[in-house]
Each structure stands twice: as C-alpha cells, then as structure tokens.
C-alpha cells in the first residue's frame, strides 16, 4: 500500500515537471516572437529633424539649393512624411536672429499653409500673402528686405488652382476695395485671350491659365519694379521662380 502511494507521488512529480517544461518552453516562445515583434516596430525609421538655420548655412546655400529643398520639402508633405520638430525650442533659438531661405508671395487662401507645404518650420521663409498673390509697394519692400538684407535666396510667387481672386478678376467683380484690388490681376485676364475655350470662371481650365499667367505677371512686376530685387538676380545672387499648387494633392508644380 505504501509502495503503491510512493509510486503515485512519483509519477506526479514527473507529469508536473513535464507540463512545468511543455509551459515554460511555450513562454519563451512567447517571449522571443514578441521580441522579434518589437525588433520589427522599433525598425521604422525615425522622422527627420531640423533646426534653425545659421547665418554661415544661410550664406552657404544657392539659389538652385534652395528651390531643391522645397521641392524636397513639398514631396514629404504629400507623403505624409514630414520632418520632426521641436517648435518651443525652434523658437528660441530663432530669437537671437532669422537667416531665411526663401522670401515666398502666396494667396490668402486657407487652405495653403506655406510653411507646410514646403515642410519647413520657424525661421525658414519669408512668407508675404494676398488674394491673387500680386505685388505692390509693400510687398517689394518686403522682397528687398528678406533679400538684400537678410539674405534669403529666392523669391517664389505662389499661385494655385482653383483660386477666387483669379474667378473674381476674371468675372470684373465690383464690390468695395475688392474692385482696386483685383485690378492687381486683370492684366493676366487680358494676356489670357489667346486661350482656346471658353473664357469664363465657370472653365477650370481657363482658370489654371490664368493663374499661370498671373504668376508671370507678378515675377515680370518683381523685375520691372524692384532694381535691387533685378540686380540681385541678375548676378545669380537670387532667383525669382514661379509654382503653383494643386488643392485636390498638396503638389507644387515649379513653372522653371
């Protein structure tokens, strides 16, 4: 009887060790298989970071160095895949001074947030906007400053589809200090009458010709009425380029 028992002891012992080792061979696959899951997330590759630029960054970069960071920039923007950055500190480390890449003249229009379009942070641009993204007085002073003064080295008009100043101007709106405004881009309405279709703000397509035309206008403006701003490119120290952008993606097209 107590042979018996002991035999029975035993061979409990036994089955507890064999399910001990059947359970502790399992959890170390476990473990390894979510070690192996964690190796995988932890491979994707962080975001990119940026700072402010310095003065002798700034005075290294060309003109062309510049309109290739914002093509760059604009390609991660429509990817969904924008550079990291700590804006507190970007903020304070601008505040002893601002060394600018490029001096960029867009629409008003919300739904082109500049510096995110080119995924660029504090201290990067220059960024002057208007409806229909002409220039005056103001804003040539404003171009002579980001240049001539502070160095940046390129001048970008931004125009985009879809835009109502250029619907407005095309269809001669009269309404308060819109009329004198629009007056700005009624010359590109008259050097768009070689357009084959119809020219109305109803045609999309006569709308994007417009704009494009408006953008030549505003770089001839530049030129014409800045001779600093003239000089300055002549020399290769700046370019004056125009773009425009696509609202249904997020894509700049550089009108080179």
């Given at each position: 009887m107590k042979s018996n028992f002991l035999s029975?002891?035993?061979?409990?012992?036994?089955?507890?060790?064999?399910?001990?080792?059947?359970?502790s061979g399992s959890a170390d696959k476990n473990n390894n298989a979510g070690a192996n899951?964690?190796?995988?997330?932890t491979a994707i590759p962080a975001p990119r970071k940026e700072r402010v630029l310095t003065a002798e960054e700034q005075a290294a970069l060309t003109p062309d160095d510049v309109i290739k960071s914002l093509k760059e920039g604009n390609e991660r923007f429509v990817t969904s895949n924008v550079t990291a950055r700590d804006h507190s500190a970007m903020v304070r480390d601008a505040a002893q001074g601002q060394f600018p890449k490029a001096v960029i003249l867009s629409c008003i229009d919300s739904r082109i947030p500049v510096e995110d379009v080119f995924d660029k942070g504090i201290g990067d641009l220059f960024v002057g906007r208007v409806a229909g993204n002409f220039v005056n007085t103001d804003l040539l002073g404003s171009m002579e400053f980001g240049c001539k003064v502070s160095g940046a080295k390129l001048i970008l008009v931004l125009g985009h589809e879809s835009c109502g100043a250029i619907k407005s101007a095309i269809d001669d709106v009269k309404l308060g200090n819109i009329t004198s405004m629009?007056?700005?881009?009624?010359?590109?309405?008259?050097?768009?009458?070689?357009?084959?279709?119809?020219?109305?703000?109803?045609?999309?397509?006569?709308?994007?010709?417009?704009?494009?035309?408006?953008v030549i206008h505003t770089i001839k403006n530049i030129k014409d009425k800045s001779p600093i701003l003239k000089e300055m490119a002549d020399k290769g120290e700046i370019k004056i380029v125009g773009a425009y952008y696509n609202i249904q993606t997020g894509a700049v097209t550089f009108m080179e």
């Open positions: 029975i002891c035993t061979a409990a012992v036994v089955m507890a060790s064999m399910l001990f080792s059947c359970n899951d964690s190796t995988q997330t629009l007056a700005n881009i009624r010359p590109a309405v008259i050097a768009s009458q070689d357009f084959s279709g119809e020219k109305s703000s109803k045609n999309e397509a006569f709308v994007n010709y417009v704009l494009k035309n408006n």
